[in-house]
């Protein structure tokens, strides 16, 4: 396992980080810790499995190590017999890495999706996480991959319809996104969304358009935080573990006039909070009167968490709970949106 890895799922055993999902024929390699967990969760709950997930750490795709992992990981599911469909993740390689991945992939006779969050897209390939997992998931039930694209579609009708609903109830002058992330893939997931709907956001890990934050304790307009970067960890917890941080910046972002929609991600699995429902349903009580709570959970009802209770004590507490942190993102966008039509 590579430089910074904190997730992996080998022969069924979950490592560091990781849920409990079905075992299946769908390979995976990631370059990103929090996305290996967000596709092998949304796979499971779509019904297939997962024969081995490879987490080699975001470090390991960088130009120094050069995809050494990476690579050897993806020839191993090439000889794997189990593994019949292959889907790589990662966010952005470097570019000479991500050519050496192109070239191994296209040299694999099994199928291979590959997501690299912010780096072009090519053909059909998926756009995010969510779709990638449905992508893997209908080949290995020998489906068209396109089949995809028609479930998002319906869903994406519905993130409309809450949009307008939500909109409706901001006030004058609230046209801003929070995101407060513990993932570092879905805050850079959030920003490749962010780019075709919103103008001016800002990061402490900025991808693509999006600016770099002056000061990542003060939002500034459109931001999107990932609270696991080196700033906010080094001398205290991950915040999948404790969460004391980011309800401190809740409340921080509610304060604000401007936010109208707290952006979040709530992680479970081995290593995670054991309950963070009870650390967040508080918080965001109080934030829900002032401003729209958005989020997505990663995991399953198997986790020791247990996916179903978590995600109604969300909404009980006023949270709107989506299916995944692409659908949680592309709402949180679409109430500013339609809130600026008011």
């Known amino acids: 396992m590579g430089p910074d890895c904190g997730t992996a799922i080998i022969n069924g055993v979950p490592l560091g980080f990781a849920n409990v999902v079905n075992r299946g024929t769908i390979g995976i390699v990631a370059a990103a810790g929090t996305g290996l967990q967000e596709v092998s969760c949304l796979i499971s709950e779509a019904g297939a499995g997962i024969s081995q ?4 750490g975001g470090r390991d795709v ?7 992992m990476f690579l050897a990981a993806l020839h ?3 000889a794997d017999a189990a593994t019949r469909v292959i889907l790589l993740v990662a966010k952005p390689p470097d570019r000479q890495v991500l050519r050496r991945i192109e070239r191994a992939a296209k040299a694999i006779r099994k199928p291979v999706i590959t997501l690299f969050i912010g780096a072009p897209r090519t053909g059909t390939g998926p756009a995010t996480l969510e779709e990638a997992a449905l992508q893997a998931v209908a080949l290995a039930q020998g489906r068209h991959p396109h089949e995809a694209g028609q479930q998002l579609a319906a869903r994406d009708a519905e993130v409309r319809r809450i949009a307008r609903r939500e909109a409706g109830r901001r006030m004058k002058g609230q046209r801003f996104v929070r995101g407060l992330f513990s993932g570092g893939t879905f805050c850079a ?19 693509g358009r999006t600016k770099q934050i002056p000061d ?24 999948m573990i404790d969460y004391t941080l980011r309800n401190r910046r809740i409340a921080q972002e509610v304060a604000d006039p401007a936010t109208a929609v707290v952006l979040l991600d ?6 995670a909070h054991p309950d963070p429902a009870a650390e967040l349903a508080g918080v965001i009580q109080q934030a829900a009167r002032r401003v729209s709570v958005v989020c997505s959970v990663t995991g399953t009802d198997r986790d020791p968490q247990d996916r179903s209770r978590v995600v109604a004590a969300l909404r009980k507490a006023g949270a709107l709970v989506m299916p995944s942190n692409a659908a949680a993102c592309e709402l949180a966008g679409r109430i500013v949106e339609f809130s600026r039509r008011k």
Not at 53 to 56: N, R
Not at 62 to 68: D, P, R
């Open 76 to 78: 191993a599911l090439a």
């Open 53 to 56: 997930a490879i987490g080699t």
């Open 62 to 68: 960088q130009q120094k190590v050069g995809g050494i």
């Open 189 to 207: 997931e959030a920003q490749v969304i962010f780019a075709g709907m919103l103008a001016d956001v800002y990061s402490n890990a900025p991808l």
């Open 216 to 239: 990542p304790l003060v939002s500034q307009k459109h931001t999107v935080i990932d609270l696991g970067e080196d700033e906010f960890t080094i001398g205290r917890p991950h915040p």
């Open 266 to 271: 709530v992680v479970l699995g081995y290593g």
